[in-house]
């Protein structure tokens, strides 16, 4: 498959660039951005992808995380995909940033017409990581997940979905229990439709409590978030890690709102913690 280069830059002694790929999955073009670390230059290194939130796109995490400096030191390699196919031209598909383009949810829609275009599950998962283990030096035995609130959520359901492929995950302020909150109904029940054994196949906390990973996961968690109460809930997703003996830290954080100032303070943590767990 072709990648198409948008640009490059020197960054930390590695390369940030951002690009462009065909995509049968969401049926049209699909961006995403890819930071090789300096060590990239030499062989293979371990890559680790970021899910980025509702209105987002490949470069928000990219831009505003601060994560390439420690990348760089530690030899990742970060892929930071969008977060919906756009320009769909579907009627309902902007104008609401809950839903639609910006807010793919990482799954792939069974209803109509959503499931021609909004088939996230299937780009990042198989196409976006066949071509980053095709065209970069990414070693596709070391490969870790994380994001941020929806992005959060399609880390922690891909991990558990796909445990063969990521060997390390972790998230931010994820929306752990999807189908119990109002950004999850939405999504899902135009998305999946009033299907609510499909529901539960994307919802982290149903999902951990059946089939759980056993390898840690990191959860951090601001507790001046104004979504905490009504969307996050995260107590939901301690209770089910503990209920199936899933390893998870989840740190509560005062002071810290839903946004980047919060995940640049801590993005550090979530590194060392994805490179230890692909270095074994």
């Known amino acids: 498959m072709t990648v ?3 640009s490059e830059h020197g960054c930390f002694g590695g390369v940030q660039g951002f690009y462009r790929m065909p995509s049968r999955a969401c049926g049209g073009p699909m961006r995403f951005a890819v930071f090789q670390p300096p060590q990239a230059a030499q062989g293979r290194v371990p890559v680790l992808y970021f899910l980025a939130g509702l209105t ?3 470069e928000t995490a990219t831009m505003k995380a601060g994560a390439q400096r420690v990348a760089a030191e530690l030899g ?14 579907i009627d ?11 807010a793919g ?3 792939d829609a069974t209803q109509a017409p959503w499931s021609a275009r909004f088939r996230m599950e299937s780009h990042v998962v198989h196409e976006l990581a066949g071509v980053v283990n095709e065209h ?4 596709p035995g070391r490969c870790g997940i994380t994001g941020h609130s929806m992005g959060g959520h399609g880390a922690l359901v891909l991990a558990l979905r796909h445990p063969q492929q ?3 995950v972790s998230a931010f302020a994820p929306i752990v229990a999807p189908s119990q909150v109002p950004w999850g109904e939405k999504a899902f029940s135009r998305y999946l439709g009033d299907h609510h054994a499909a529901w539960a196949e994307h919802d982290a906390c149903e999902l951990v409590r059946r089939r759980p990973l056993g390898r840690p996961i990191l959860v951090d968690q601001g507790l001046d978030d104004k979504f905490l109460a009504p969307q996050l809930q995260p107590e939901r ?6 209920e199936a003996g899933q390893p998870l830290t989840l740190r509560r954080h005062a002071g810290y709102d839903h946004g980047y100032y919060f995940i640049a303070s801590f993005i550090e943590d979530h590194l060392r913690h994805h490179a230890t767990q692909l270095a074994r």
């Open 237 to 242: 997703f301690e209770a089910a890690c503990a």
């Open 105 to 107: 949810f990482y799954l």
């Open 56 to 58: 987002c796109s490949e």
């Open 136 to 139: 970069f030096p990414a070693d």
């Open 92 to 102: 309902g598909a902007t104008g609401d940033w809950e839903f639609g383009e910006g």
């Open 76 to 89: 990742l390699m970060l892929v930071m995909p969008d977060t919906s196919p756009r320009d769909t031209g």
């Open 4 to 6: 198409e280069l948008l």
């Open 166 to 168: 990521y060997r390390s």
